[in-house]
């Protein structure tokens, strides 16, 4: 019977100290392709029932394009970018030079956009996870989900019954010319893995070495 989780403020202190590391190296690579400065703030950390994670990611469905990448291996969960017609047309302007930008149907170009800042953060973001938990763990290429993001998601919400998501909630903010972008990204693991991150934190002496210490 897997035990239920439990996380104390300085553990989600940790895990949130984690993230910010693996997220600042993926703003300088995110950077690269913006063309100018980024940002990300620190996450946000919920504990919530698949139900309320299914609702909530539904909403942003009609709206919203959503980029898919599974992170797998020791750890398993996915993160989702969320990109609004207002996104697509900045980041257009911005990386791909676009300057009529026609809402709704996204060219192959802007598909490949959106693809390939996904697969930047994501890929950033578990490298420095892996570094730093030292767990054998990779992100798996993104894609744009074309069915219910519920059934896309099937992986790792159908497969693990006791399934409880922790969700971090992380904007990603960049600016060009003064005027800003931010782009929601919700990451999140099943219990199993939360429960593998707070046996690497637990076990670690504190004060004696830092965790978050990476070369």
Same mark, same amino acid.
């Given at each position: 019977?897997?035990?239920?989780?439990?996380? %104390?403020?300085? $553990?989600?202190?940790?895990?949130? /100290?984690? *993230?910010?590391?693996?997220? =600042?190296?993926? =703003?300088?690579?995110?950077?690269?392709?913006?063309? &100018?400065?980024? #940002? *990300?703030?620190?996450?946000?950390?919920? *504990?919530? /029932?698949? !139900?309320?994670?299914?609702?909530?990611?539904?909403?942003?469905?009609?709206?919203?394009?959503?980029?898919?990448?599974?992170?797998?291996?020791?750890?398993? @969960? =996915?993160?989702?970018?969320?990109?609004?017609?207002?996104?697509?047309?900045?980041?257009? $302007?911005?990386?791909?030079?676009?300057? $009529?930008?026609? !809402? @709704? /149907?996204?060219?192959?170009? +802007? $598909?490949?956009?959106?693809?390939?800042?996904?697969?930047?953060?994501?890929?950033?973001?578990?490298? +420095?996870? =892996?570094?730093?938990?030292?767990?054998?763990?990779? @992100?798996?290429?993104?894609?744009?989900?074309?069915?219910?993001?519920? &059934?896309?998601? !099937?992986?790792?919400?159908? +497969?693990?019954?006791?399934?409880?998501?922790?969700?971090?909630?992380?904007?990603?903010?960049?600016?060009?010319?003064?005027?800003?972008?931010?782009?929601?990204?919700? #990451?999140?693991?099943?219990?199993?893995?939360?429960?593998?991150?707070?046996? %690497?934190?637990?076990?670690?002496?504190? @004060?004696?070495?830092?965790?978050? /210490?990476?070369?």
């Amino acid at each position: 019977m897997m035990m239920e989780p439990h996380i %104390t403020e300085l $553990e989600r202190d940790i895990i949130k /100290e984690i *993230l910010n590391i693996g997220l =600042a190296r993926a =703003a300088d690579s995110f950077a690269a392709i913006a063309k &100018d400065r980024v #940002l *990300l703030k620190v996450p946000d950390i919920t *504990l919530i /029932e698949v !139900k309320d994670l299914l609702s909530l990611v539904s909403r942003y469905e009609d709206t919203h394009i959503i980029i898919q990448s599974d992170v797998k291996g020791e750890f398993n @969960g =996915a993160t989702l970018m969320l990109f609004s017609d207002d996104h697509i047309a900045r980041l257009s $302007e911005i990386c791909l030079s676009m300057l $009529e930008v026609q !809402k @709704g /149907e996204l060219t192959v170009m +802007q $598909e490949s956009l959106l693809l390939e800042i996904s697969n930047i953060i994501t890929g950033a973001l578990v490298t +420095q996870l =892996a570094n730093i938990l030292k767990a054998n763990i990779y @992100g798996s290429p993104p894609k744009a989900p074309k069915s219910h993001i519920a &059934d896309s998601l !099937k992986g790792i919400l159908v +497969q693990h019954p006791l399934f409880q998501p922790l969700v971090f909630t992380v904007i990603t903010q960049f600016t060009h010319n003064s005027k800003s972008v931010e782009l929601p990204l919700l #990451l999140f693991f099943d219990t199993n893995t939360l429960l593998k991150m707070l046996d %690497t934190i637990r076990t670690f002496e504190l @004060g004696k070495n830092n965790l978050t /210490e990476t070369d």
